[in-house]
């Protein structure tokens, strides 16, 4: 009964992120990735803390939803005052405001799409399937989860400024970091999903007591995904050249 408000409550945290600084994206464009990286580890680190002692303290539920306002709120505390630049301040602008529609609009389309196919396996596998079954799906994917939003990380992070910047400059030195990146990128995702279907049931048996075996074998099949990951890269490259 308390899951309609407690996704209500845990809304507030994505308002309460679109009021972080842009500093923090004119770090990432410019590649100074070590501020940006401090402040979402010291957000980590925080919500951690915070959701623990509220835990230990309270025995609710609500600890989740309180740790993640927490690490909003430090989000925004630090990217205002720790980031370089000038101070931000709230205001509209016409012109920038219909570029964004623009060129947002297909990320909204793509992005609705992304979050219907991304989670139509639960919705599907909830009507063929039993509760206990599909709860060690739920537990398989949410540790495939943290390694291909690693993954992610790295190419929204990393290449996606490389690339944007190489855009920039000219379309001949866009190609050839390309070219560049695609041999590495090819090769993290490659080893990260062999070493995930080696390790899958290793990781299941440490993490988890003997009930839950089942997972294990649910994160190896889960892992082959990764091997497709790496066209990420190619999704990157076109939205560095604004398509």
Known sequence: PLLPILLFATGAVLFLDSFYSPK?????????????????????????????????????????????????????????????GPPSKLRIDRDIAREIIKFGRWIVISSSLGIFAANADRM?????????????YAVAL?????????????????????????????????HRLYRKLHLPTDLIFLFASGGLFASAEWIVRLLFDPR?????????????SLVLAKYNLAMNAYLAQGR
């Open 142 to 174: 949410s540790l495939f989860t943290v390694l291909m939003g690693a993954g992610d990380r790295m190419l929204s992070g990393i290449v996606f400024p490389m690339l944007s910047e190489a855009a920039r400059d000219s379309q001949e030195r866009f």
């Open 24 to 84: 923090a994206h004119m770090a990432q464009r410019h590649m100074l990735l070590k501020g940006v990286t401090i402040i979402d580890l010291a957000c980590q680190v925080g919500a951690l803390i915070v959701t623990l002692a509220f835990a230990w303290f309270s025995r609710s539920i609500w600890a989740i939803v309180i740790g993640g306002v927490a690490s909003a709120l430090l989000h925004i505390w630090l990217t205002h005052r720790w980031l370089p």
């Open 124 to 136: 599907l596998l909830g009507s063929w399937v039993s509760p206990e079954v599909l709860g060690f």
């Open 212 to 224: 839950y075996e089942e997972a294990g074998h649910m994160l190896k099949i889960l892992s082959l």
